[in-house]
Nanobody, 116 residues
């Protein structure tokens, strides 16, 4: 059974930082591309950052220079370090594991709220 469990969300003031974690089980973690997505109320889910199985990284333009995605294959975990947060970053953040065109798994999400 595949499980992706996110943690690290919460309430933070503008300009603050958070580190999201996602621990995966039930998959051969190192062979999956891992990503962080977010969905704000009334908006579509969007890709925030992706790290490939080969450690290539891709970022949403609006988070470049502020967010950093990383992975630890020994821990079956992917992380998202988020700095200089602003209210537009508020959303539910989801972890995704993807391999090929058929395999895609999602976590249940963690809420990030940026507010003073």
């Amino acid at each position: 059974q595949v499980q992706l469990v996110e943690s690290g969300g919460g309430l933070v003031q503008p300009g603050g930082s958070l580190r999201l974690s996602c621990n995966a089980s039930g998959i051969s973690f190192s062979s999956y591309h891992m990503g962080w997505y977010r969905q704000a109320p009334g908006k579509q889910r969007e890709s925030v950052a992706v790290i490939t199985s080969g450690d290539g990284t891709f970022y949403l333009d609006s988070v470049k220079g502020r967010f950093t995605i990383s992975r630890d294959n020994a821990e079956n975990s992917v992380y998202l370090q988020m700095n200089n947060l602003n209210p537009e970053d508020s959303a539910v953040y989801y972890c995704n594991a993807r391999r090929g065109v058929r395999e895609s798994y999602w976590g249940r999400g963690t809420q990030v709220t940026v507010s003073s």
